[in-house]
C-alpha cells in the first residue's frame, strides 16, 4: 500500500511541475531605463500561443500614441495595442517571441519567464540574449 501511495505521490509531482508557468493575466510594466510604471499589459493565450495587450496606460507614461511606429500601427493609440506576440509557452514562461518598444517603434525578439508568482522577466534581444535588455512586470492583484 505504501508503494502505491508512493508512485501516486510522484506522478502527481512530476504533473504539476510539467504544467507550464501561470503567466496570463495582468501586469504592470516597469521602463528598465527610468523605472516609471507605464503600463498596464494583459498577457494571454491564443491559438496554443502567448500575446500581450496594453489594458491602459499608467498616469506616468509619457507617449500616448506609437508615432515612432511604421505601417498600420503608426500613430494609433498605445491602449489596445498588442505589443507582446507567439510566445511559445513553456515550464517557465514563454520563448521565441516578438515585443515592439512604443516608444521606438522597434520590434525585438523575447522570452519571458516568472520569477515568481508575482514577478516577471522580460528579455528582449536583437539576434542572442545577450544582446538586449531586461524589464521587470510585477502581477495587477
Not at 81 to 87: E, G, K, Y
Not at 110 to 135: H, N, V
Request: glycine share 10%; hydrophobic share 35%.
Amino acid at each position: 500500500m505504501n508503494n502505491i501511495l508512493y508512485i501516486i505521490s510522484c506522478i502527481l509531482l512530476g504533473l504539476t511541475t510539467a504544467l507550464p508557468a501561470q503567466v496570463t493575466g495582468m501586469w504592470k510594466t516597469i521602463d528598465d531605463t527610468d523605472g516609471v510604471e507605464k503600463s498596464i499589459v494583459e498577457i494571454y493565450e491564443h491559438n496554443g500561443k502567448l500575446h500581450g495587450r496594453v489594458d491602459r496606460l499608467l498616469p506616468r507614461a509619457d507617449k500616448t500614441h506609437c508615432a515612432a511606429c511604421k505601417g498600420e500601427l503608426k500613430n494609433k493609440p498605445i491602449t489596445g495595442m498588442v505589443i507582446l506576440t507567439n510566445l511559445n509557452p513553456s515550464p517557465t514562461g514563454g520563448t521565441d517571441g516578438k515585443i515592439l518598444d512604443p516608444a521606438s517603434g522597434k520590434t525585438y525578439s523575447c522570452y519571458i519567464e516568472l520569477e515568481s508568482p508575482d514577478k516577471l522577466k522580460l528579455r528582449g534581444y536583437l539576434g542572442m540574449p545577450a544582446f538586449g535588455r531586461t524589464q521587470y512586470w510585477y502581477r495587477v492583484k
